[in-house]
T-cell receptor
Framework: AQSVTQPDIHITVSEGASLELRCNYS??????LFWYVQSPGQGLQLLLK??????LVQGIKGFEAEFKRSQSSFNLRKPSVHWSDAAEYFC??????????????FGQGTTLQVKP | GAGVSQSPRYKVAKRGQDVALRCDPI?????LFWYQQALGQGPEFLTY????????KSGLPSDRFFAERPEGSVSTLKIQRTQQEDSAVYLC?????????????FGQGTRLTVV
């Protein structure tokens, strides 16, 4: 069965420091991979996605993620965190194949706190 | 409107009461999804519509949950005889086309509290 694991429930970084949020997936083939951000009381906003091709994906707000097939990982990175990045981050996998409807399986989420 | 709109934003229901949650997707969007997000968890898929057709309802947790999209635009998620375990945020998302290669836009959600 498909699943997504985000090992870190809560991360605190200082403003200006670099950030890496971990994501591991379980899937029989190469999946579609996504990172979403959710601010309090808001819906989910897509940061970036990986479908195929270049394994380093650039997203909005200065975020990037790297797909590593050998490690079944899709970690999210940002070189310098801003206070406004404090939010909940979700990694998600989408199914390929005949039932390719856009249905997503989400990880548990990582809460990012930014210290001034 | 410009985005996905959900109403009400907050709903408190007494156990056993029926509730109806509304989703207005982005105009013209073909695909519509409902997700349930329990406190401290990621969203979990409930059901999917392509226009008015409900093509996947594999995530609905019980027969107390029912969703419809009769005219292929607005959708309603109905929960009958609510239980405390139904307390969650219910998220609606829509996308322009079927398939993964289109971004799904999420609404702000409806927070349901069953007391």
């Amino acid at each position: 069965a498909q699943s997504v694991t985000q090992p870190d429930i809560h991360i605190t970084v200082s403003e200006g420091a670099s950030l890496e949020l971990r994501c591991n997936y379980s899937y029989g083939a190469t999946p579609y991979l996504f990172w979403y951000v959710q601010s309090p009381g808001q819906g989910l906003q897509l940061l970036l996605k990986y479908f195929s091709g270049d394994t380093l994906v650039q997203g909005i707000k200065g975020f990037e993620a790297e797909f590593k097939r050998s490690q079944s990982s899709f970690n999210l990175r940002k070189p310098s965190v801003h206070w406004s990045d404090a939010a909940e981050y979700f990694c998600a996998v989408g199914a390929r194949g005949s039932s390719n409807t856009g249905k997503l399986i989400f990880g548990q989420g990582t809460t990012l706190q930014v210290k001034p | 409107g410009a985005g996905v709109s959900q109403s009400p934003r907050y709903k408190v229901a007494k156990r056993g009461q029926d509730v109806a949650l509304r989703c207005d997707p982005i105009s013209g969007h073909v695909s519509l999804f409902w997700y349930q997000q329990a406190l401290g968890q990621g969203p979990e898929f409930l059901t999917y519509f392509q226009n008015e057709a409900q093509l996947d309802k594999s995530g609905l947790p019980s027969d107390r949950f029912f969703a419809e999209r009769p005219e292929g635009s607005v959708s309603t998620l109905k929960i009958q005889r609510t239980q405390q375990e139904d307390s969650a945020v219910y998220l609606c998302a829509s996308s322009a086309m079927d398939g993964m290669n289109t971004e799904a836009f999420f609404g702000q959600g409806t927070r349901l509290t069953v007391v």
